[in-house]
């Protein structure tokens, strides 16, 4: 297993977030994580990243504990991730955002970098070619050198999932990686995530889109109420009683769980 998570809380005040979470992510596997709107699902990621101290619970990443701790500490430890609202540095040039990802594992003194020895140049050469692989393999149109935030969205969704492969992860989290993305950019999205997993990274990904979590899943994890309801494969999971009826208990005052739901089944066969 890359990852476990076992019996996984977060309480914010008397709302209880995350409520006994347990799932796991085997090696080279790419799961999705789905749920009504407030289910958990990024609190439940915030937790396994480092970003919320849970409050009870543990999170086990390769075999080592990681619960609470910084998150530098569980990336350095093979974990990346990618945000529902991109956190990109928005004054730094595309490459340099990617480049940015390589320190963690480059490892540059302070003594190399201020006295810039061969050494220091070596590990920068390393970092802009390493970065360019990644924007090479996430197929990013447009300028390199330019600020990060004159691209296109669809843009800069790319190169905030190459500045997470810089860092050579176990497993990368997806938070939301459809959203704001055309039909054209979704299907793109389907064929890297596939390609990544290829890499024997393993991925766990939030994700409303139904058509895309049907097609690109090997397992689905369905959370309500910070709770694990349904865990299996798509086909399976999308025909469970308790899924249906957690969709259906908010369709009723949330168009966008409504469509959900409508993707869920229409989109769903569809692409089955
Ligand atoms: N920082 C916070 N402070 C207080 N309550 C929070 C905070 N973040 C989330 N919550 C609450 O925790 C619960 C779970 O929220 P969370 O954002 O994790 O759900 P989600 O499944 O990711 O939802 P969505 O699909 O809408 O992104 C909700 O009731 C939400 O209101």
Redesign the pocket.
Known sequence: MILEVTDLRLA??G?R?VDGLTFSVDEGEIVSII?P????????FNCVSGFYQPTGGAVRLAGEYVTGLRPSAVAARGLARTF?NLRLFGELSVLDNVRAGTHLWLRQSAFDAVLHTPRYRRSERESTDEAHTWLDFVGLRGDRAGLVRHLPYGEQRRVEIARALARRPKLLLLDEPAAGLNHGEKAELLTLIRRIRELGMAIAL?E?DMGLVMEVSERVVV?NF?KEIADGPPEEVRQAPAVIEAYLGQAADDDEVHAARAGFEEEGAHHA
């Not at 709107?37 to 439940?44: E, L």
Request: hydrophobic share 40%; no cysteine; proline share 0%.
């Open positions: 914010f005040g709302v977030a749920g709107n407030g289910a958990g699902k990024t609190s439940a529902q939030i409303h959370l910070g």
